[in-house]
C-alpha cells in the first residue's frame, strides 16, 4: 500500500535551518508530483511547494519564496524540504502529499495520499 513517512521536524530557533524527508512506497515515485503542505494551529492548510515528477518544476507558497527548497530523489524514493531562515510563523505540522498527476499543484483535490505529518516548531 502506498505510505508517505515525514521525518526531520521538531524545534528550530529563529533564523535556524531544517530539513524535511519524505520517504515513499507503494507506487512509481518518479511518476508523480508531490507536494509539502502544512497546518498552523487554528489556521487552514496552506500549499508549501511542490515540485513535478522529474523535478523540472516546482512552485512555492510566497510566504516561503528565497527560505524553502524543495527536491527530490527519485532513485530514493524521497521527497526533501530544505528549510532556511526559519520564522515563528513557520510552526506548523508539515505534510507530503502525492499528486494523481505529474504536476504538482496547489489544488487539494489533485492528491489522494498523505503522511502523517511532522511538527515543525520555531521558537526561541
Known amino acids: 500500500q502506498v505510505q508517505l513517512v515525514e521525518s526531520g521536524g521538531g524545534l528550530a530557533q529563529p533564523g535556524g535551518s531544517l530539513r524535511l524527508s519524505c520517504v515513499a512506497s507503494g507506487f512509481t515515485f518518479s511518476s508523480y508530483g508531490m507536494s509539502w503542505a502544512r497546518r498552523a494551529p487554528g489556521k487552514g492548510l496552506e500549499w508549501v511547494s511542490g515540485i513535478r515528477s522529474d523535478g523540472s518544476d516546482t512552485y512555492y507558497a510566497d510566504s516561503v519564496k528565497g527560505r524553502f527548497t524543495i527536491s527530490r530523489d527519485n532513485a530514493k524514493n524521497t521527497l526533501y524540504l530544505q528549510m532556511k531562515s526559519l520564522k515563528p510563523e513557520d510552526t506548523a505540522l508539515y505534510y507530503c502529499?502525492?499528486?494523481?498527476?505529474?504536476?504538482?499543484?496547489?489544488?487539494?483535490?489533485?492528491?489522494?495520499?498523505w503522511g502523517q505529518g511532522i511538527q515543525v516548531t520555531v521558537s526561541s
Open positions: 502529499a502525492k499528486s494523481i498527476f505529474l504536476r504538482a499543484t496547489q489544488q487539494e483535490y489533485e492528491y489522494d495520499y
